[in-house]
């Protein structure tokens, strides 16, 4: 399966390792062109000016947009950030939109937070994902639940 992992870019290394272990098993993964370049440089996902130079010049936004619609699935990894469980960010959640509008398989590593404790889980659980819950293998080894949050 072709699969493309989204999520923030605070979890970059973690998309290097999701990769790994998902190609060990066949798949073929792609994470964000730029993941190398935040994991060099933290402070580009943390200053916002920085942040937004760059991505106008890469078009990093258009360019994982273009990966969603080449692959079958995508890989949330929402790891807990800014205190958070199953945290979905601005830019996830709006790649998680456009994989539900062209019909693609969600995944989620984890459980999202129950949608009066965070608004944005509401429209997450409105597109059905298939939650892990944080066991990759699930994915890797095709032994696939679907889920209901």
């Known amino acids: 399966m072709k699969i493309t992992i989204c999520g923030s870019m605070a979890f970059a290394n973690k998309?290097?390792?999701a990769k790994t272990v998902l190609e060990e098993s066949g798949h073929q993964v792609f994470i964000p062109s730029d993941t190398d370049k935040h994991i060099k440089d933290p402070i580009l996902r943390d200053d916002l000016e920085l942040n937004y130079k760059h991505s106008l010049e890469t078009d990093i936004m258009?360019?994982?947009m273009n990966l969603i619609s080449n692959?079958?699935?995508i890989l949330v990894l929402n790891y807990p950030k800014n205190g958070i469980d199953g945290y979905?960010?601005?830019c996830t959640l709006i790649e998680t939109s456009i994989a539900y509008y062209l019909n693609k398989k969600i995944f989620l590593l984890h459980p999202?937070?129950?949608p009066s404790?965070?608004?944005w889980a509401h429209e997450v659980r409105i597109m059905k994902p298939i939650v892990l819950d944080g066991d990759l293998s699930k994915l890797a080894n095709g032994?696939?639940?679907e889920d209901q949050l």
């Open 112 to 114: 999202t937070p129950k």
């Open 117 to 119: 404790e965070a608004r």
């Open 143 to 145: 032994i696939i639940v």
């Open 71 to 73: 692959s079958d699935a």
């Open 88 to 90: 979905v960010g601005t």
């Open 62 to 64: 258009r360019e994982h």
């Open 15 to 17: 998309m290097v390792e």
